[in-house]
Nanobody
Framework: QVHLVESGGNLVQPGQSLRLSCAAS????????MGWYRQTPGKEREWVAT??????????DSLKGRFIISKDSANGTYNTLYLQMSNLQPEDTAMYFC????????????WGQGTQVTVSP
């Protein structure tokens, strides 16, 4: 079982920055991929970025250059995933979700409960 808790969402003005965090705990497999997705009401969940178990980062083309994904790992069972977002725009307004699963890990996928980011003047 893996437990994901996101934090860091807030109301910001266009052009500002935010850093989201996702605290992962439980039976963490170090080679599992972790990533960020976002969703707005009435739309499908959109992939934002992935930090693979091998340390490779990949991004949605539309967000590359403004968002940076990173991860801290400690003692093999506790990981924190981050998403540094810069130059935020109103179209970045969404619920942001942390995801665990994929890559070398073949077990169940897990999602966090989400953290709301709102970009408005």
């Amino acid at each position: 079982q893996v437990h994901l808790v996101e934090s860091g969402g807030n109301l910001v003005q266009p052009g500002q920055s935010l850093r989201l965090s996702c605290a992962a705990s439980g039976s963490i497999f170090s080679l599992a991929d972790m990533g960020w997705y976002r969703q707005t009401p009435g739309k499908e969940r959109e992939w934002v970025a992935t930090f693979t178990g091998r340390g490779v980062t990949t991004y949605s083309d539309s967000l590359k250059g403004r968002f940076i994904i990173s991860k801290d790992s400690a003692n093999g069972t506790y990981n924190t995933l981050y998403l540094q977002m810069s130059n935020l725009q109103p179209e970045d307004t969404a619920m942001y979700f942390c995801h665990y699963g994929g890559g070398y890990y073949k077990g169940p996928e897990y999602w966090g409960q989400g953290t709301q980011v709102t970009v408005s003047p």
